[in-house]
């Protein structure tokens, strides 16, 4: 996913195939980029960070050595990914002196905590909706391959594909409701802020109140950028 930033404000974005660097391409070509920032969790190929610097001559990567705008509590031997953190940045750019859970749903679900000085303290990681259907298919013998769509099933719904996508869309809706209810308090004044692909299928959902930002990465990359230029 890129994202074009003129100040603090987001003006293109677009989601690419990860082998599509034409599409890419064409996406960069209008544009005259002054700095660039770049958080992947995969290795880079040659091809594409040629592409980048070509438009962006000015580039850095994100790695443990970037400085950043948020303390990260000590990590061991596995640092946070940088998805998180640049979720966590955003979160402490925009709610600043707040306490903060940054859900993101996405291939992995991601349950991120920012307390009120810019601490970012960690949380909880698990399989996201298609993680969880493949899954089911690749370590069972006879549940099916199925993807989701917009279909509403109820929570004890009938035949296998919809009993799949039941326990899939509940299941993830009673874990989130139950990571909420474990750290939020009524007094705790906590903020709760939606990411990540998959979230649209859950905002009418939520029981609680929630901020939807699905932009929160690129623009807690853009805090990261900006913090180092």
Not at 26 to 54: A, M, T, W
């Amino acid at each position: 996913k890129a994202g074009v930033f003129v100040s603090d404000e987001l003006a293109d974005s677009q989601r690419f195939g990860y082998s599509h660097l034409h599409d890419l391409s064409n996406f960069l070509e209008p544009y005259h980029f002054k700095k660039g920032i770049i958080s992947s969790v995969r290795n880079l190929s040659k091809d594409f960070l040629g592409l980048l610097h070509d438009s962006c001559p000015d580039l850095s990567i994100i790695s443990e050595i970037t400085p950043m705008p948020i303390n990260i509590a000590p990590y061991g031997l596995h640092p946070p990914g940088q998805d998180r953190i640049a979720l966590a940045a955003y979160l402490a750019d925009k709610y600043p002196d707040t306490n903060t859970l940054g859900i993101s749903l996405g291939t992995c679900i991601t349950y991120n905590i920012t307390d009120a000085y810019s601490n970012f303290m960690g949380g909880a990681i698990s399989p996201g909706l298609s993680l969880r259907l493949k899954s089911m298919h690749e370590f069972t013998g006879k549940l099916p391959l199925i993807e989701l769509d917009d279909e509403e099933v109820p929570v004890f719904a009938q035949g296998t594909k919809q009993n799949m996508i039941s326990g899939v869309i509940h299941g993830v809706l009673y874990e989130i409701c139950g990571f909420v209810e474990a750290i939020a308090s009524p007094n705790s004044g906590l903020k709760i802020v939606i990411t990540g692909g998959d979230a649209p299928k859950f905002l009418d959902k939520l029981p609680f109140a929630h901020d939807f930002q699905p932009d929160a990465v690129l623009f807690g990359l853009h805090r990261i950028l900006t913090y180092n230029a």
